[in-house]
């Protein structure tokens, strides 16, 4: 889509204090460390502008990618144990912090399709929705369980996120890998980008 072809990374902030002045819609992904956000960047802006590794935890900062119409805000990912405390409470803070601004147009909340819903991914869901920020869940990684047990898998994630919030304004699977819904996903973010408005 047209909408993504031009988007480049704008800016990578540590603390609060550094974030952009909000001029457009923003749209936020959010999910634990290593499930796939910056592959998903990849994939919907179709170049590799987002840094992606097998090892969990890398993305560190908030960073803004900026389109003409909106941003996409990429947040530090959550649940990496391998983190020194202060380090997990320094990207906690810096997440908190921007969610507190109430900044937040659209949250895209990525939930790995292998593994049942987490304890920190069931929290995520509960403060969005308790905090009325509207949000999608989307399941990444699609691709690695086999299509005949998708359905299988999509009712049971789908019914643990349900006991949490129903809330959400979409839910889907999508795959980087192979493309799978990507577009989908991308029609949904600039929906939600024409709905909000400039």
């Known amino acids: ?25 923003e749209i936020v992904l959010s999910g634990r460390s290593n499930v796939g956000k910056s592959s998903l960047i990849n ?7 987002a840094y992606t590794s097998k090892n969990a935890g890398k ?11 909106f941003r996409i805000v990429d947040v530090p990912g959550y ?5 020194e405390k202060s380090e997990k409470a320094r990207f906690n ?11 937040a147009d659209l949250v895209i909340q990525l939930i790995d399709f292998r593994h049942d819903l987490q304890e920190n991914d069931s929290q995520m869901i509960k ?16 691709d690695k369980i086999t299509s005949n047990k998708h359905e299988q898998f999509f009712l049971n994630l789908r019914s643990q996120i ?15 890998k192979n ?20």
């Open 79 to 83: 649940g990496f144990s391998n983190r």
């Open 162 to 176: 349900d006991r949490i919030s129903t809330e959400y304004v979409d839910i889907l699977g999508v795959s980087s």
């Open 127 to 142: 403060f969005l929705s308790d905090m009325k920020i509207k949000f999608c869940v989307v399941f990444t990684k699609i």
């Open 93 to 103: 803070k810096l997440t908190d912090d921007y969610f507190n601004l109430f900044r």
């Open 43 to 49: 994939s919907i802006i179709s170049k590799k502008i």
């Open 179 to 198: 493309g799978e819904n990507i577009k989908k996903l991308c029609g949904l973010i600039l929906s939600a980008v024409h709905k909000i408005g400039v």
């Open 59 to 69: 993305t560190n900062l908030i960073n803004f990618y900026k389109a003409s119409d």
């Open 1 to 25: 889509m047209k909408e993504f072809n031009n988007i480049f990374l704008e800016k990578s902030i540590g603390i609060i204090e550094q974030i952009p002045k909000k001029t457009v819609p």
